[in-house]
């Protein structure tokens, strides 16, 4: 089920245009840590798009 998920956020990404690194995990810790790396970098995306939203306005 883990595969799945992370195949259907790789689909996900690609879609929206987001360019993105697949990276092999060893452990659950690695994961988590990639994980959260991923979460930070999608908020700083969609920090810098509303930004940009408000300076098209």
Known sequence: ???RAA???AHA???A???FVPVPIVS???ATDLHKQAMT???QLEAA???A???DA
């Open 1 to 3: 089920m883990k595969l």
């Open 7 to 9: 195949l259907e956020a």
């Open 13 to 15: 990404m690609a879609s």
């Open 17 to 19: 245009g987001i360019l």
């Open 28 to 30: 659950d810790e690695q």
């Open 41 to 43: 970098a999608l908020e």
């Open 49 to 51: 798009a509303t930004a």
């Open 53 to 55: 939203e408000g300076a």
